[in-house]
């Protein structure tokens, strides 16, 4: 299968004077939560505080354009989809990312947030869909969860475990028993990192726990395999 269609790549763009550090805008298949295999537009703005071992999206820690709020709905308006995802890196790390998904969201669009959740979220409107990743042990940076973050949680938003192995998975069930958040029904996805962990096996364990999560993969990996770029 050939890679989505795209329109803007801008990782060397040199746009002054405007509020965002875009590093992508491109539309594609989503592929991570309950809203995977839809067609979707993304927003990934540049640069994050964290460093977690697994993390696909380096490229995105630096370099990008500069562009103004504006500029980015004219992106998505001309994608044409009505469902649409800021990430990164990690978008909460621009401050005015609320300021941006409270505009997507009142031109008419389905807005996810995708992000790592150890930063505030009580600023985001409540219009926008919250994925949360919660940071395993095996990220290296299960230490910047802001767990206050889980009461601010609305009934749609999702949380995300990433698990590169069986010490992961079991921290995660601990957390889940922990957290009345995550027993009140919304969805908990748990994603083996890719390449890493089998995703067979993280089947079983769920299923042998009767564990009341979801297992997902990165579907877009598996649609366009070796691409890290657009997709």
Not at 177 to 188: E, I, M, N, Q, T
Request: glycine share 10%; net charge negative.
């Amino acid at each position: 299968m050939e890679t989505p269609r795209l329109t803007t790549d801008t990782s060397s763009g040199t746009r002054r004077g405007t509020a965002f550090l875009v590093n992508e805008l491109y539309a594609s298949i989503q592929g991570e939560s309950t809203y995977a295999g839809r067609p979707c537009s993304f927003v990934r703005l540049a640069g994050c505080p964290l460093r977690c071992a697994w993390c696909d999206s380096e490229f995105s820690f630096a370099g990008g354009e500069r562009m103004s709020l504006d500029d980015i709905i004219d992106g998505m308006q001309k994608l044409g989809l009505p469902l649409v995802e800021v990430t990164g890196g990690e978008p909460l790390a621009n401050p005015n990312c609320p300021q941006l998904l409270a505009r997507l969201c009142d031109e008419g669009f389905t807005v996810l947030l995708e992000t790592s959740g150890a930063l505030d979220i009580s600023a985001v409107d409540p219009r926008v869909i919250k994925i949360i990743d919660i940071k395993c042990p095996g990220s290296g940076m299960s230490d910047k969860n802001m767990w206050e973050n889980l009461g601010r949680l609305a009934p749609a938003d999702e949380i995300k475990f990433v698990i590169a192995d069986r010490a992961d998975y079991e921290w995660a069930r601990a957390i889940i028993a922990r957290y009345d958040a995550l027993r009140d029904g919304r969805p908990v996805l748990f994603s083996p990192v890719h390449g890493q962990m089998d995703p067979g096996t993280l089947g079983e364990w769920i299923f042998g726990d009767r564990l009341n999560a979801r297992l997902q993969v990165q579907l877009h990996k598996y649609l366009w395999p070796g691409k890290t770029r657009l997709v």
